[in-house]
């Protein structure tokens, strides 16, 4: 969990009864969290310019500095060796986590540069920005493969589907687009939300599903297949800011504007409000 006074704090799974760790030492806001997927460690990010590398114990391994403005989202190479972040002076960059070295620094958004994502086999990441645009990179060379233009307002998050050539992204028109990397254009435009959408992950297994998160207090559930609409999350009082998605698919989590966290489970007897519910008070 991130918040606005740049504390990241996290919780025991999946009681979620008992705080493992309060990490602090960024001087402004956290703007994003995420733990790597091979080590024992995670990485935040903060309008302080920088991002951290964390062990889960709170002791500060490494801190990544360079951009010029604050920086919106990271991620994890699929390889747990390198760190991408995104950032409002216009580039996106790629670290190498155990020394801290900058290896990429990406230009070609023509404004800040929000979301992040890398293909699950570490070949490709993309990228969105304030300009409107979702970008596709091949790291091997460093350059833009894929501009993919249709969203008319910025676009605030971007993920791939685990079969490797859906790209699905979200942004402030309120819509969730899917793009094909192999015909290289829009496949699919979702009217997803009523705000504008602020976090898109596909089912990370077999992408199954795709889930958005919207101001509009919602997280949505779409089908992977037609991208029809499965189930609505209903329940949290203000701005569903993020979501993520357990490894094994069981639990969504989402993060909100009413300082609670909320953890969704399938269960048996799953209401309208999507499955059940457990709430952690910030």
């Known amino acids: 969990m991130n918040s606005l006074s740049g504390v990241t704090k996290m919780w025991e799974m999946p009681q979620v009864t008992n705080k493992i760790a309060v990490l602090k030492d960024h001087k402004e806001r956290a703007t994003d969290v995420v733990f790597s997927p091979v080590d024992d460690c995670l990485a ?77 086999d570490g070949a490709l990441a993309a990228s969105s920005g304030h300009d409107s645009l979702a970008r596709v990179w091949d790291l091997r060379t460093g350059r833009s493969i894929l501009v993919f233009q249709g969203h008319i307002k910025p676009v605030l998050s971007v993920n791939f589907s685990p079969n490797g050539y859906h790209l699905a992204s979200g942004g402030e028109d309120n819509q969730c687009r899917i793009w094909d990397l192999r015909m290289r254009k829009s496949l699919y435009i979702i009217p997803a939300h009523a705000n504008l959408v602020s976090q898109v992950k596909y089912e990370p297994q077999e992408g199954y599903f795709l889930a958005t998160a919207s101001y509009d207090m919602k997280v949505n559930i779409w089908s992977g ?50 499955g059940e519910t457990m709430d952690i008070d910030l």
Request: aromatic share 8%; proline share 1%.
């Open 225 to 274: 297949r037609d991208f029809s609409l499965v189930k609505s999350l209903a329940g949290h009082e203000s701005k569903v800011a993020s979501l993520d998605i357990t490894a094994d698919s069981s639990c969504i989590a989402t993060v909100s504007h009413d300082r609670t966290i909320k953890l969704w489970t399938s269960s048996s007897n799953e209401d309208d409000q999507g």
């Open 44 to 120: 935040t990010a903060s309008a302080d310019r920088t991002a951290k590398l964390w062990k889960t114990d709170g002791t500060l391994l490494q801190t990544f500095e360079g951009h010029l403005d604050r920086l919106a989202r990271i991620a994890f190479h699929p390889s747990g060796k390198y760190l991408g972040t995104t950032s409002y002076d216009k580039t996106w960059r790629l670290w190498d986590v155990n020394t801290g070295a900058e290896l990429l620094l990406q230009e070609g958004h023509s404004r800040g540069v929000y979301g992040i994502a890398f293909q699950q």
